[in-house]
């Protein structure tokens, strides 16, 4: 595979960028290797500079439900952007955003939309820290929240990724309120409840782990959560930037059947573009300013641009049988993934939720960060590489989650799951 300008393109970009890149992961630090540099995308497919074809699993690392450049969504964005990007005033576009996740997600009476995930996640925590009056949060262990300070305390993704230590940079003083349990373990979080339990504004996790791999919850955990939190009086928080309307058009929170007291979103709700939310009752976001004193604010929160580009993609996937084809899809990859593996005799891990999946090397079931590390990271650089090589585009890094969009079809599935098999069959010679 001809890779020359993106070997020149990368080398130039390390001159002028850390890394060469803008966000950690796309270094490619956790397989080695050479980035390819995209030139566009169509459907579930991406084409770098040297004019290589993939069949792309990252997808923008999951806001592209509905592929790349879909007409309906590209031709929503010209219109608008003939009109204006950004007001810095009030348009009828955030209301009709709002009124669409309100009605999808019953848990979420009112809205208030912020550019990134990080955004909404931290202003979550500092609005569950305003109505209860309390100042520590638990995590868990390998659950990303963005990259504020406070989040940075054994967090997973691209910090999993490059092996770096938890937080450098960020202060004793900015963690000091951070407590940090393990996923799936109720009681490691009845601990710190035990020693805590007055001083804990907030629970936030990812209902579904996307950030050390594709981790699901095991039976009753959320439950357990939320009955901790309902008794201690503290605030629930779920961070579905990742699987809002990604596992479920009602989130995971429809899935699972738990109310959240607020809910972060992203990724999907701005159709490719950065947008992302928090929302909870009325009674809660009512104290965020200007009705209340907790104080948040957003120069481009709610552009025109991004709210179309996000109704446009509710319209898309809102259609009768999407969420059914997308499951499918993801289910028949990684069960494809978990047979060719017992076939050649290496121990593959694989799952999915919804439009969501993904896969470790590794003999026994991944359940949380401790057990997702005990994957064979090297074996998935291989099995990337192999990959790529057949035109396959997945995650440049065994700690995040693949997905599928309403793109990827039958054919698609086929062909990535022959490269599989013939990639996975090199590597166990």
């Known amino acids: 595979m001809n890779i020359q300008k993106s070997e020149a393109l990368f ?63 590209v031709e929503t964005i010209a219109l608008q952007a003939q009109r204006g990007t950004s007001y810095g005033a009030p348009c009828e576009w955030e209301s009709h955003l709002a009124q669409q996740i309100t009605r999808v997600m019953p848990s979420i009476e009112m809205v ?119 008794k201690y009086g503290s605030i629930l928080i779920f961070d579905e930037v990742m699987t809002g309307f990604r596992v479920a058009y009602g989130g995971a929170q429809s899935v699972y059947n738990i109310k959240p007291d607020l809910t972060c979103l992203g990724k999907v709700i701005g159709g490719g573009l950065p947008a992302a939310a928090y929302g909870g009752s009325a009674k809660i976001m009512q104290h965020v300013a200007p009705v209340g004193s907790m104080y948040q604010a957003g120069t481009l929160s709610g552009n025109p641009l991004a709210m179309v580009a ?12 999407v969420y059914e084809q997308m499951e499918m899809l993801a289910a028949q990859l990684a069960a494809g993934m978990r047979e060719i593996g017992a076939e050649l005799g290496i121990p593959v891990q694989a799952t999915s939720l919804g439009s969501m999946w993904g896969m470790f090397f590794c003999e ?39 997905f599928v969009s309403t793109e990827h079809t039958l054919k698609t599935n086929t062909q990535t799951l022959e490269a599989a098999r013939t990639v996975l069959r090199q590597i166990s010679l």
Not at 21 to 46: D, E, H, M, Q, T
Not at 311 to 321: D, R, V
Not at 391 to 400: I, K, R
Request: proline share 6%; charged share 15%; glycine share 12%.
């Open 11 to 73: 080398a130039e970009a390390q001159q002028i960028m850390p890394g060469g890149v803008n966000s950690p992961v796309r270094a490619f630090r956790g397989v080695g290797g050479i980035p390819r540099f995209i030139k566009y995308g169509y459907g579930p497919y991406l084409v770098d500079v040297d004019d290589n074809h993939y069949i792309d699993y990252v997808l923008s690392w999951g806001p592209l439900i509905a592929g790349h450049a879909h007409p309906y969504i």
């Open 112 to 230: 208030r939309f912020v550019s990134s995930g990080t955004e909404a996640t931290m202003s979550a925590v500092r609005l569950a820290r305003a109505y209860t009056g309390r100042t520590k949060i638990v995590k868990f262990s390998g659950c990303y929240h963005g990259h504020a300070d406070e989040f940075l305390a054994q967090a997973g993704s691209g910090v999993a990724t490059l092996g770096l230590p938890d937080s450098p940079g960020v202060t004793p003083g900015a963690l000091a309120d951070t407590l940090v349990a393990n996923y799936n373990d109720i009681q490691s979080v009845a601990t710190l409840f035990q020693q805590f339990g007055d001083q804990i504004a907030a629970i936030i996790v990812e209902p579904v782990a996307g950030n050390m791999g594709f981790v699901l919850p095991h039976n009753g955990f959320l439950q357990g959560l939320r009955d901790i939190t309902t």
């Open 310 to 321: 996000g109704l446009a993609t509710f319209y898309l996937i809102e259609k009768p049988g």
């Open 364 to 402: 026994n079931t991944v359940t949380d960060y401790t057990s997702a590390k005990l994957a064979d990271t090297q074996r998935y650089a291989q099995f990337f590489h192999g990959m790529l090589e057949q035109g396959v585009y997945l995650a440049p890094s065994q700690f995040e989650t693949a």
